[in-house]
């Protein structure tokens, strides 16, 4: 039995294992660069950023329709309830699928009917955050924005992803500021390749409340003091920071430092299906390759909780918080 955990950074698209992605491409008529899975689970060895989007993008091409998110997301689901995951904010990436002719209502129907039965079946709570691509235009996000409206009731919140360096945050203050007052909650990407200035940003500019990512803060000792008197959360993800040179080596994640500081820090999968594991993977391979304690995974634990979007059922939170602090590890 792994801890029980909340899941804040992980894009239903990058949960596309190489089986499923076989199936959707069969029952759609879509034909991929790939002889049969084994060639396209070595394709997911990519060695650098581009390579990775290539086949992340281009892999999409097999999600069409209502029941290809919905089976999607089901996979994650059961994935991630096998490893300990209680609640997921599951991000998805509107402009991915329009851009390819797959409307927003197409893929929050699908992705809805899954998220529907999840706590019958999976025994997970879910939210949905939708993103925006960074090295989009503002334009397209507000677009996108107003593609969304219609569906804002399954939808809690926005965030900011895709390729970082060169796309600060306030490229996309109007968005977020729209975001904010149609009532939705405020995340974004920051400080994973880009600079610590891109994180002060989307906290001041964007009014993030919390940070996807956030390794580089480390780099500004004011922003760590800000982050920490302010209790932002941090969603990181050790085994994507690894395979997308964020860190060379997992021993050299600054997880250990940044706990010690006194920083919210959460545990996340972000692309799982393409970084080699999902949510508890991730909490075993910190836990082997950092030594962290028990108690050092159980404060991870007890902080996805804590900066879970779960502020409209705080006894539900209190009730994970609960079965955190009763786990006994092996
Ligand atoms: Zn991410």
């Known amino acids: 039995m792994s801890i029980p955990k909340a899941e804040l950074h992980l894009h239903i698209e990058g949960t596309l294992e190489p089986e499923l992605a076989f199936a959707l491409a069969a029952r759609n008529g879509v034909a991929l660069p790939y002889a049969d899975t084994d060639e396209l689970r070595e394709a997911y060895r990519f060695s650098d950023l581009q390579s990775f989007l290539n086949l992340y993008y281009g892999l999409m091409a097999v999600l069409r329709t209502e029941d290809d998110f919905a089976d999607l997301t089901d996979a994650y689901l059961a994935r991630a309830a096998a490893q300990g995951v209680r609640h997921a904010e599951i991000f998805f990436d509107p402009q991915a699928h329009i851009s390819r002719g797959v409307g927003i209502g197409t893929v ?3 992705l809805g009917r899954a998220l529907d039965r999840s706590e019958a079946v999976h025994g997970v709570s879910t939210q949905l955050i939708m993103c925006f691509l960074r090295d989009e235009s503002a334009e397209s996000a507000m677009e996108t924005l107003e593609a969304a409206k219609p569906h804002l009731g399954r939808i809690v919140g926005v965030g900011l992803d895709s390729a970082e360096v060169g796309h600060p945050p306030a490229k996309f203050r109007e968005v977020y500021e729209a975001a904010a007052a149609l009532g939705l909650r405020r995340v974004a990407h920051a400080g994973e390749e880009g600079p610590p200035a891109y994180i002060t940003e989307a906290l001041d500019v964007l009014g993030a409340e919390r940070i996807d990512h956030g390794l580089r803060c480390l780099e500004d000792p004011e922003l760590v003091a800000r982050l920490v008197r ?3 959360p941090l969603t990181l993800c ?16 600054p997880l250990p430092a940044m706990l010690d500081a006194g920083l919210l820090c959460t545990v996340n999968s972000d692309d799982p299906a393409y970084f080699g594991g999902y949510a508890e993977d991730n909490f075993r391979a910190v836990r082997a390759a950092l030594g962290l304690s028990p108690e050092r995974l159980r404060e991870l634990a007890r902080n996805s909780f804590l900066a879970a979007f779960l502020e409209h059922d705080e006894e539900r939170r209190a009730r994970y918080v609960a079965e955190v602090d009763a786990y006994e590890f092996p």
Do not use: K, M
């Open 108 to 110: 929050v129907a699908g």
């Open 230 to 232: 302010d209790r932002v």
């Open 238 to 253: 050790p085994l994507s920071n690894v395979r997308l040179r964020a860190v060379d080596v997992l021993a050299e994640h």
